[in-house]
C-alpha cells in the first residue's frame, strides 16, 4: 500500500538533485549515530538488538514504507514532499545547518522558513540586533509580501506607520493618504514602482495568497494604482537605485531625498534587510 509520500502533490514536492548521491553517505552517518534506545516512539513499537537507528525505524518516525525511506538514503529518483523532508530532519535529529544541507542536497532549495508569529516568519535575533547598528540611518526588516517584521527607531520615527499592528510597506505606500502626500510625485517614483515589483512577486510566488491579496486590496482602494496596473505592464524586481523624495513631519516638511538598499541575510533567505540612506 502506498503512502501519500509516494503519491503527492505535485506543487508540494522536489524530485533527488543530481548530487543526492553525495547526501546518501550523510543520511547514512546521520542515522547511525543516532540511539535508537532514547526515542520512546520506537521503544513502544518493540525491542530491537542494537543501538543504531535502521532505515525501518526512520521509516516508522516519518510514516513512509521502508522502501521510500530507502528510496531517499540511496538517492534514487524519487519526488519527495517537504513535509517528508522535514519529518526526516525531526526523525535524525538534524541541526538547521544539517536540515539545509539535507533539502539543497535533495530538492536544490532551501528548506520552507518554519518559525512564525502571527503568520509572519519570525527574524534571526542576531539580524533584528543589526538594524539598530544602522542609525541614523532607517533600517526594517520584511518578509515576501512586505510584511515589515522589524523597524529600528529612525524607521519608526520617520515612518510611524510602522509602529501599527501587522505594517505592510506596500500597503501603506499605495493605500494611503499620507504617502501620497508624503512621498513626492507619488504616481510616477512609487506607485509605477512598486506594483511592477507587486506584478513580478505575484508571478515569482504564484500561490502565496498573502501577495494576491494584498494586490486586490490595493487595486481595490485605489483608483490610481487600478488604472496604472491595467494599463502599464513594466516588471521591476528590485528598484537598484531608485530614489525618493520625501516630505516628512519629523523633517519639518523639509524635502529629504532618499534611496534604499536591500540586502538579503543568508540565514533567512525570504527575509528582506533594507537600509534607507539620504541622497545630496
Known amino acids: 500500500m502506498e503512502n501519500q509520500d509516494q503519491r503527492p502533490e505535485r506543487p508540494a514536492t ?4 543530481p548530487h543526492a548521491q553525495s547526501v546518501s553517505r550523510l543520511l547514512r552517518a546521520w542515522r547511525e549515530r543516532v540511539d535508537r534506545r532514547r ?8 525491542h530491537r538488538s542494537g543501538t543504531r537507528m535502521s532505515q525501518a525505524d526512520v521509516a516508522r518516525l516519518t510514516g513512509v514504507s521502508e522502501g521510500w525511506y530507502r528510496a531517499l538514503e540511496t538517492g534514487a529518483p524519487r519526488e519527495f514532499s517537504d513535509a517528508f523532508l522535514l519529518r526526516v530532519a525531526e526523525a535524525l535529529q538534524l541541526s538547521e545547518t544539517e536540515t539545509l544541507t539535507l533539502f539543497l542536497g535533495v530538492s536544490g532549495r532551501r528548506p520552507p522558513v518554519s518559525g512564525t508569529h502571527d503568520g509572519l516568519p519570525t527574524a534571526d535575533p542576531a539580524t533584528v540586533a543589526l538594524l539598530e ?19 529600528n527607531s529612525p524607521m519608526t520615527e520617520w515612518f510611524p506607520f510602522a509602529l501599527g499592528p501587522r505594517p505592510n510597506l506596500m500597503r501603506w505606500a499605495l493605500t494611503s493618504a499620507e504617502a501620497r502626500e508624503q512621498i513626492l510625485d ?3 517614483t512609487c506607485a ?5 515589483m507587486l506584478r513580478v512577486a505575484s ?3 504564484p500561490k502565496n495568497a498573502e501577495i494576491r491579496a494584498l494586490i486586490d486590496e490595493i ?9 496604472i496596473w491595467a494599463e502599464q505592464h513594466a516588471v521591476v524586481e528590485h528598484p537598484g537605485g531608485h530614489r525618493l523624495r520625501l516630505r516628512l513631519p519629523c523633517h519639518g516638511g523639509v524635502e529629504t531625498r532618499v534611496t534604499s538598499h536591500v540586502l538579503v541575510p543568508a ?7 533594507v537600509i534607507v540612506t539620504t541622497v545630496d
Open 14 to 17: 522536489v524530485t533527488c538533485a
Open 39 to 46: 526515542i520512546p516512539e520506537l521503544r513502544r513499537w518493540g
Open 133 to 151: 547598528h544602522q542609525a541614523p540611518h532607517p533600517a526594517y526588516l520584511s518578509d515576501a509580501a512586505w510584511n515589515i517584521l522589524a523597524a
Open 186 to 188: 507619488w504616481e510616477d
Open 192 to 196: 509605477r514602482i512598486y506594483l511592477p
Open 203 to 205: 508571478h515569482g510566488a
Open 219 to 227: 487595486l481595490d482602494t485605489n483608483g490610481t494604482c487600478r488604472r
Open 267 to 273: 540565514e533567512q533567505p525570504d527575509v528582506r534587510f
